[in-house]
């Protein structure tokens, strides 16, 4: 029997409750992907070389050019944040900061999106397994005491089998969600830590810029 064929048929044997766990699974993997999709590739970037770059243009007070710079890195999150910042640069420094807090709270979230679904999901699926260990035994032990000594054992064999497949199926579905939301949460928190960087970064890189230019302007 190849292992397809293995899997098949213990999840047949796992009783009506592998269909909810397997619903989770489901869910567990769409949120998987779609997440990967945003946080690892959309919304991420080489947050010390893109403010590099954007250091060299705001240097040379060219604030237009480092706009088209966060303009030019698609939907990452951190060039959106920044670009808020700096397109109030001849602002002073509170309303540059209004800015990209406002930049932020729109960012953020979308970074941190579904992710506790995950975390429900492993719960979830524990506790349908746990759910369906119970219905087996209880399925069990019941159907025991209706049938002829004869077919006791395999009655019961049937039962605990159910029991110890959903268990099995919920706790796999169960560790799959956790260490996905542990990996995804890890890497949202670190572009939720880049925002905040670069944001106070380009702050005083602003106000650098503004000193810079009124010294040079006074002399």
């Known amino acids: 029997m190849d292992i397809v064929s293995f899997l098949v048929e213990q999840y ?12 989770c699974l489901a869910v567990t993997l769409a949120i998987i992907i779609e997440r990967m999709m945003r946080i690892v590739f959309q919304y991420n970037i080489d947050g010390t ?5 954007v250091q060299k243009y705001v240097l040379a007070n060219d604030i237009d050019g480092a706009i088209r710079l966060c303009n ?9 944040v920044i670009k808020a910042g700096l397109q109030r640069a001849s602002r002073d420094e ?18 941190e999106k579904r992710l506790h ?14 759910l369906g260990t119970i219905s087996g035994l209880i399925y069990s032990f019941g159907e025991v005491a209706k049938v002829p000594a004869s ?31 542990a990996w995804l949460s890890s890497r949202a928190g670190t572009l939720v830590e880049e925002v ?4 106070v970064k380009l702050i005083d890189l602003l106000s650098a ?7 040079e302007e006074n002399e």
């Open 49 to 53: 070389s893109f403010m590099f770059e």
């Open 72 to 80: 030019g890195a698609g939907r990452a999150a951190l060039p959106r």
């Open 151 to 181: 077919e006791r054992q395999n009655v019961l064999s049937a039962g605990i089998s159910e029991a110890l497949n959903c268990t099995a199926f919920g706790l796999l579905v169960a560790i799959t969600a956790m260490i996905a939301h």
């Open 196 to 199: 905040d960087e670069y944001s």
């Open 12 to 23: 047949k044997l796992g009783g009506w409750m592998m269909h909810f766990i397997a619903f």
């Open 94 to 111: 509170h309303q540059i900061q209004n800015a990209i807090d406002a930049a932020s709270l729109e960012v953020i979230p979308k970074i």
């Open 209 to 215: 810029r503004k000193y810079k230019h009124s010294s």
């Open 117 to 130: 679904y995950l975390a429900l999901n492993a719960n979830l699926a524990t506790l349908l397994g746990l």
